[in-house]
């Protein structure tokens, strides 16, 4: 009686919804098509115009503002009244502020807006990643890769929620965030600002931050919401040379297959807003790009939303690609493209001058300015903007509170992974001798990485003092007598990213040689972007010869990751007895690997990535050719080309798990059928621990050489000691798809594999 009672109330409910969200959606396109038939060229591009907040500040250029930052008056109004500029953008001298001056700052572009003749409010955007990163005294999240490592996509939606509530009460309403750019290349400097190299892995979690973002429904309105912008679309973090803003050779069908996935299902989850891919695909500059832009993402995805440029990509259309003669040109081909906002983000003058010439003259049709400015404002109005143009930090009390940091240092210590753990050395006893040693041993700085405070990470040490570095966190954990610090390398703090120096190297031997255990912290210092372009995918020469030489005394060491993204550790893999994976954990990093290192936290992380074992053998999970193919000719065994350090998905803990009852629902699948499977898993250790479930799916003949598998479905579940759950999935011939080279997605009747853990079991696909 209660189930039909329930599904009387949803059956009277949802079109109550649907029919308030119509109703709703319809009053948003009449208030935009009513200030549209006020609005004049010069406002409709205004609107169309993004700037950085340096432009309107005061200093020698409006490239650079002084400190502490004050507006320059004149060129505030210069820029939102004379101009109309519709959005501002990025903090100010590269670095965070309070809420109490972001709130000020907003306040003020705000009060000038309001001096328009049409008082149509500015939207402000910010990177807020991994948290309101660029706000003092904000909860600070593990960056998108470490997320992706616990398999949990509650993780995601609480960094999602609580930066939008932190980035609100800053006053700011927009935010470039979730990155889903397919992660299958670790050379690439952003690889860890996305969700790793798996599509559906991306698409999961990239959901779950839209959710967290912008509301279970489209509610972004409320003070505590803001519109998201997914980036970069499409196909923009695998270069051929795997460096930042460098040109990528993609094939359609595998641009649709493996990279477009996570953005449609954003889109379907609602998001606002989209940034376009700043690099070439197939030669093609990606934001003069008609087919991507307007063909695929407004047309094919039906999306409602803005798209903006990313920083000076439309200018790059001259200066960097050399598709356009001059600024007007490439103005011209980046808005007939599908471009609706532009991301100048100084030289507003030229641009507005421009766009407005180029429609008088034909050039640019005036219906394509409207389509752009209808996006823009249609936004601003469901953002409530008009209403309530400027949110303040006093209404918003559980701003970096403890509720928050609890969320975030949850979300570290489920995803650090565990990759080798010789003889069960950890976790450590509590009574030992430990030197701590390593670059990143005693830093802030490298466990939050890039896009923290300021664009690079470098001003992190300035804001993050009052948590714990790895270093600390260990001393709090087993007290101060027992540990000893001597970082052996460090990093040398220039305008360069990359540069280290021994520091009291023969120290920290000498050191080693005492302890019972060292625990050498090694990895990457923080870069974001193009500044983080390497040439060597191998862990630096020093950090080498550090973990050598103490690899060579004899004692137990415990290799301890912090990097954005796998640096190739071969040569001193062996000399190691465990391994830790920490990614990029954040502020509360070195206090969840502490747990973990003493046993206080069970260790579940798995790799988003596959993590190579040379930089010259970068080869994804999901490959061509079986590891099982074993021709009699050795210079022909493919399997030597997928050779990885760790394989995707791998992780170990300090408890066994055994995976059991592998059963189909059927041994057919035919035509849109689900097809149901359950697998049983037993915690066969003496510890409490999560375990996360993995479901792969092998096409076993296809007309295009089928992955070797393919992630399908996926759940994290915690046992105790000598429990059993049965976990169950469900997936139909959708989720076995594969796009051909017509660039159609389709499923070919046939044979298929389905793997859980070590157990595999087969059916059978008909139409």
């Known amino acids: 009686m209660i189930k039909n009672t329930s599904f009387f109330f949803l059956l009277c409910i949802v079109p109550l919804l649907i029919s308030c969200n119509n109703e709703n959606k319809h009053s948003i396109d009449k208030k935009a098509d009513e200030l549209m038939s006020q609005m004049t060229l010069e406002e409709k591009v205004g609107q169309m115009t993004q700037i950085t907040l340096d432009a309107i500040g005061n200093g020698d250029s409006f490239f650079e503002s002084k400190v502490p930052f004050e507006f320059n008056t004149a060129r505030l109004r210069k820029a939102i009244v004379e101009y109309k500029v519709g959005s501002v953008l990025n903090t100010t001298n590269n670095y965070a502020l309070t809420p109490t001056k972001w709130n000020s700052i907003i306040q003020t572009i705000q009060q000038e807006a309001e001096k328009t003749r049409l008082k149509i409010p500015v939207i402000y955007g910010i990177d807020a990643i991994h948290g309101s990163n660029y706000a003092e005294g904000a909860t600070l999240f593990p960056h998108e890769i470490t997320l992706a490592a616990s398999f949990n996509p509650e993780n995601v939606y609480n960094m999602a929620n609580v930066s939008a509530y932190e980035t609100r009460a ?40 839209i959710k967290g973002y912008e509301g279970m429904t489209d509610s972004i309105s409320h003070p505590t919401k803001l519109a998201s912008c997914l980036k970069h679309f499409l196909g923009y973090s695998v270069p051929v040379s795997g460096k930042d803003r460098t040109p990528a050779f993609i094939p359609n069908h595998i641009l649709r297959e493996y990279h477009l996935p996570q953005f449609k299902a954003a889109i379907d989850a609602g998001s606002e807003s989209v940034m376009i891919n700043s690099g070439l695909i197939n030669g093609i500059s990606v934001h003069a790009s008609h087919d991507i832009i307007t063909k695929l993402l407004k047309e094919e995805l039906g999306f409602e939303g803005v798209v903006v440029s990313d920083w000076m990509d439309i200018i790059n259309l001259q200066e960097r690609d050399k598709i356009a003669i001059d600024n007007k040109e490439a103005i011209k081909l980046a808005i007939n493209a599908g471009i609706d906002m532009s991301m100048v983000p100084y030289d507003y003058v030229n641009f507005c001058d421009d766009l407005i010439t180029l429609v008088k003259n034909g050039e640019v049709k005036e219906s394509r300015i409207n389509d752009a400015v209808r996006r823009i404002l249609k936004m601003k109005i ?224 798995r790799l988003p990535y596959t993590y190579p074992a040379y930089p010259n053998s970068i080869v994804n999970y999901y490959h061509k050719f079986s590891e099982e193919q074993k021709p009699s000719e050795g210079a022909y065994k493919y399997e030597s080309d997928y050779n990885p350090q760790y394989y995707f998905g791998f992780g170990l803990s300090y408890t066994t798990f055994k995976y059991s009852n592998l059963k189909l629902s059927t041994q057919t699948l035919k035509g849109d059928k689900a097809l149901d499977i359950s697998v049983d898993i037993t915690n066969t250790g003496a510890r409490s621990g999560k375990e996360s479930v993995l479901l792969f799916s092998s096409d076993l003949v296809a007309s295009i050489s089928p992955d070797v598998k393919r992630l399908r479905r996926f759940t994290k579940i915690h046992l105790e000691p000598n429990e059993t759950k049965t976990v169950r999935f469900s997936i139909t011939s959708k989720d076995l798809a594969f796009v051909n080279t017509d660039n159609s997605w389709v499923t070919e009747p046939g044979q298929f594999d389905l793997q859980i853990a070590d157990l595999k079991a087969k059916f059978t696909y008909t139409k």
């Not at 690439?188 to 559906?200: I, L, N, T």
């Not at 923290?452 to 007290?479: C, L, M, P």
């Not at 870069?527 to 983080?532: A, D, L, N, R």
């Not at 010869?545 to 990751?561: D, F, M, N, R, Y």
Request: charged share 20%; glycine share 10%; aromatic share 10%.
């Open 382 to 605: 469901k953002l409530g903007l008009f209403e309530n143009p400027v949110t303040n930090i006093t209404n918003y009390p559980n701003y970096g509170s403890e509720k928050f940091a609890k969320l975030a240092y949850n979300a570290a210590a489920d995803a650090i992974t565990l990759l080798k753990n010789n003889d069960n050395i950890l976790p450590l006893k509590k009574n030992i001798k430990v030197l701590v040693t390593g670059p990143n041993a005693n830093s802030m700085r490298t466990l939050n990485g890039g896009w923290s405070y300021s664009w690079q990470g470098d001003k992190v040490e300035r804001f993050a003092g009052r948590y714990n570095t790895i270093f600390e966190a260990i001393q709090h954990k087993i007290g101060a007598g027992n540990v000893n610090f001597i970082p052996g390398v460090s990093y040398i703090e220039t305008g360069r990213y990359f540069e280290e120096e021994e520091n009291q190297f023969q120290q920290a031997l000498n050191a080693a040689k005492k302890a019972d255990i060292v625990i050498l912290c090694l990895g990457e210092n923080t870069y974001t972007e193009k500044p983080g372009d390497l040439n060597d995918l191998n862990l630096s020469s020093l950090q080498s010869k550090l973990a050598t030489e103490i690899g060579k005394l004899g004692k137990p060491v415990v290799l301890v990751l912090n990097e954005g993204r796998p640096r190739c550790i071969s040569g001193i893999e062996p000399l190691m007895s465990a391994v830790i994976q920490t990614y990029l954990p954040g502020n509360y990093g070195g206090d969840a690997l502490a747990d973990i290192l003493f046993g206080d936290v069970n260790p579940s992380g």
């Open 170 to 209: 800053c006053g700011i309403p927009w935010n470039f965030s979730p990155i889903l750019d397919l992660g299958a290349d670790p050379r690439f400097s952003r690889q860890y600002e996305g969700f790793g190299e798996d599509p559906y892995l991306l698409t999961v979690m990239g959901e779950q931050a």
